[in-house]
C-alpha cells in the first residue's frame, strides 16, 4: 500500500483491516508496526523489500512531479519481478489519458499489468478540513477561487477508498478506469452556503482570477510550477469540465457516495 499514510490510502488501509484482508503500509517514516515497511520513491533499494510477497498494489504516483512515467515504470519492473499482478493507480478526474505527465500512467498501468484499475476521483471534499487552501478560507471565512460560478462533484475519501479496496481485491480484476464523484455538483459559493449554514457563520466564496490563483497556491508555500497547474485546475473547473455525476461509486461497492452536506455535519 502506497500513500499508505495519506488521504485515500489511510482509508484504504482502513477498508481492507475491516475485511480481516492483510496489508503491508509503505511509508518513508516506518513506526514500530511490523505491518510497515519503508519505502521512498527517491530511494530504488526500497522498492523490492517493500513489495516481496505482495499481490495487489494500491499506487500514490510521487506527487508533484511532472513526469513521473520513469520512476513508475521502473517501480512497476520491480513489481512483476516480486510477483505483484494487480495495481490500482490513484488517478484524478481532472487529468485525462496523456501521452506524457500523469496522465500517461493509465496507459502505463494498463499495458504492464495484468490486473490493473486507474481511479479519477474528482476533488476531495477533504480539501476543506486540514491545511489545504480551501480549508483556509473555511476558517478565515473567504474561500478564494479561479473556479467563477463552475461546479464539482466533490467526493469523500472514504468513497474513493472503498472503491480502491474493491478493486484490491474483488476476485474478478477490474481492468478498467473508474471516473469517481460524489453525488452532486455544487460551485464553491454553494460549498460556502453550506458550511455558513451548519457553522453559523458567514463565509463566502471569492471568485478570483487565475494569477491571483497561482499567487495564493505560492502562499501556501507549493512551488510555482504547481501553483500554474493548480491554477489551470480551477480554469478547467470554471469551464464546466468537473460539472458531471457519475453512478460508479454505488456500482462498484454498493455504497451510496456521501453527500457534502452529510460530509460537513461529521468532520466539521
Ligand atoms: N486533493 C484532491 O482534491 C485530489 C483530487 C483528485 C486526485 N488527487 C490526487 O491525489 C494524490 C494524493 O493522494 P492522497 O491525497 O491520498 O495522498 P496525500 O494525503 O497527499 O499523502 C501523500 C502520501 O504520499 C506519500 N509520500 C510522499 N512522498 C513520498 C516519497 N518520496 N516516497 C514514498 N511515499 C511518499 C506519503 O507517505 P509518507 O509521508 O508516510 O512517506 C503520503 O502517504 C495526488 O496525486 C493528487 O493528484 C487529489
Known sequence: MLGATGTTGGRVVE????????????????????????????????????????RAVYLVAPIGVEQPVPIVELFLKVAAREG??????????????????????????????????????????????????????????????????GRVAFIDPADIAAVAGHALV??????????????????????????????????????????????RYQDSGIPVEFAKLLAELDEDIRAGTEDRVTDTVRAVTGRIPRSFREFVRVHL
Open 170 to 215: 474483488d476476485e474478478t480484476p477490474h481492468n478498467t478506469e473508474h471516473l469517481l464523484t460524489g453525488p452532486e455538483a455544487l460551485s464553491y459559493a454553494d460549498t460556502a452556503a453550506i458550511l455558513s449554514a451548519h457553522l453559523g457563520r458567514p463565509i463566502v466564496h471569492r471568485a478570483i482570477s487565475t494569477a491571483e490563483a497561482v499567487a
Open 84 to 149: 505483484v499482478r494487480r495495481v490500482v493507480l490513484l488517478g484524478s478526474s481532472a487529468v485525462d489519458a496523456a501521452s506524457t505527465g500523469t496522465g500517461a500512467l493509465y496507459e502505463l498501468v494498463r499495458a504492464t499489468m495484468p490486473e490493473w484499475a486507474v481511479l479519477r476521483p474528482s476533488w476531495f471534499m477533504q480539501n476543506f478540513l486540514g491545511d489545504h487552501v480551501v480549508a483556509h478560507g473555511v476558517r478565515t471565512g473567504a474561500i478564494a477561487t479561479a473556479t467563477g460560478e
Open 15 to 54: 477498508f481492507l483491516r475491516g475485511r480481516s484482508v492483510p496489508v503491508r503500509l509503505a511509508t518513508r517514516t516506518p513506526g514500530p508496526d511490523p505491518r510497515t515497511v519503508r519505502f521512498d520513491w527517491w530511494d530504488r533499494a526500497s522498492y523490492s523489500p517493500a513489495l516481496r510477497g505482495v
